[in-house]
């Protein structure tokens, strides 16, 4: 089935496979386990060892099963080329790995994943400059670019207290100075925001979260959007400088990082989570609708202290959430008063499902201070506006009724 027509969001993804021919007939990527690949021509191997024409060397470089959710991937979000990895920390290690050296200068924003600001610290012991700062404000983005940076690094909705970041801006800022602009579209998705709108180079989605979708595959990605002019960037190595510039970046991060450090995407995680895709805007757009509704009870509470949701009209950047994302999410955090034990109010929660991912079809919650932020210590947390009573809630698909009532039942009388 070849069909040039462009299609909305979910018609797209659904199809995606079957613009190729695929085998018998089926109507999905079917899953190929085979770690290597053989040549019928000895020059025709050599051929596509050197990137003359293309195939398949070596799983840990390229898979078919793999292929076909990068040009997923690369549909979502409106890019030129995806590379798979095992993991979203895997994506967002190789950015640096494949395109960061010794003297360069990283500057980020100060509102991160709890693993991305440890990731910072071991990219600092390797001689890498790192500034840390509010972005969402470009102005303190710019007062942090020095000649030496290379990259600026951000989550639209950062991860628990929901900042968001001043993306526009920012991304006109790169594009002046000849930055590489690295986005975290995890949060969001491609669904609600596409980072390519914005002058991102470069955008990162764990693909365990949203995309997905039913916490049952690690995956992560990272997209080229053609944003960038890599023929102005000064890492890139001479042996890829034959292909067209359009594609120096996402070959050498294919090579420097995906093949030389084997964080690969196996084949069957691939297949969940490209199955798992087909139903991304459907997931989100009740996920959204939960966690709006959820956010809005819970504001009302005399037992919270504060809601953080981009949603809410309170939200310090709820104008601009609301010009850049289609919704504001599925992911939300709450405070409880000082009187309140989150501990226990947790316990009481029948829905709410208490673990440590996000973006799944169930509902899941997490005391942020004393778990998965809890290594960053008490004054890094301060920092980050974390509480000790903050609770971090991924809406998940359930009925609103069910979730609202849950959420109710489980405040102190």
Request: proline letters at 4%; one cysteine or more; a neutral charge.
């Amino acid at each position: 089935m070849t069909n040039t027509k462009q299609y909305g969001f979910t018609t797209t993804i659904l199809h995606g496979d079957r613009q190729k021919t695929i085998e018998h007939g089926s109507l999905h990527k079917p899953i190929h386990t085979s770690v290597t690949y053989a040549y019928a021509d000895a020059r025709e191997l050599a051929a596509v060892f050197q990137g003359k024409q293309p195939g398949y060397r070596y799983a840990r470089q390229g898979n078919p099963t793999v292929a076909a959710l990068e040009e997923k991937i690369t549909k979502m979000e409106g890019g030129i080329a995806s590379l798979c990895f095992a993991t979203g920390m895997a994506a967002i290690g190789s950015v640096f790995q494949g395109l960061l050296r010794q003297g360069d200068h990283l500057v980020s924003s100060s509102f991160l994943f709890g693993n991305t600001n440890s990731m910072w610290q071991t990219v600092a012991g390797q001689g890498i400059d790192v500034s840390l700062v509010d972005a969402t404000d470009v102005k303190a983005v710019e007062a942090a670019l020095t000649p030496a940076t290379r990259m600026v690094f951000v989550e639209t909705v950062a991860n628990p207290r929901t900042q968001v970041a001043d993306l526009a801006r920012i991304g006109a800022l790169c594009k002046a100075r000849g930055i590489v602009f690295v986005v975290d579209n995890t949060m969001t998705s491609p669904y609600l925001f596409k980072p390519k709108t914005v002058g991102a180079s470069l955008v990162v989605n764990a693909l365990t979260k949203s995309i997905g979708g039913h916490g049952d595959a690690l995956g992560g990605a990272l997209t080229d959007t053609g944003c960038f002019d890599w023929s102005a960037y000064p890492h890139i190595a001479d042996n890829f400088k034959s292909q067209p510039v359009a594609q120096w970046g996402i070959l050498q991060l294919r090579a420097k990082a995906l093949r030389d450090f084997g964080a690969a995407l196996s084949p069957d995680s691939a297949h969940h989570i490209a199955i798992g895709a087909e139903t991304l805007a459907l997931r989100m757009t009740r996920s959204c609708a939960n966690a709006l509704a959820l956010a809005q009870m819970l504001e009302a509470d005399p037992h919270v202290a504060a809601v953080h949701y981009p949603g809410l009209a309170s939200h310090p950047q709820y104008e601009l959430a609301s010009q850049l994302f289609a919704a504001a999410g599925g992911l939300f955090s709450f405070e409880l008063k000082d009187n309140v034990d989150c501990f226990e109010y947790l316990n009481r929660l029948k829905i709410g499902i208490l673990t440590s991912n996000l973006g799944d079809t169930r509902t899941l919650v997490i005391p942020v201070a004393q778990t998965i932020f809890h290594e960053m210590g008490q004054q890094r947390r301060a920092a980050m506006g974390i509480g000790e009573s903050l609770i971090r809630v991924s809406c998940g698909i359930e009925d609103t009724a069910d979730l609202l009532e849950d959420f109710r039942q489980a405040m102190p009388a």
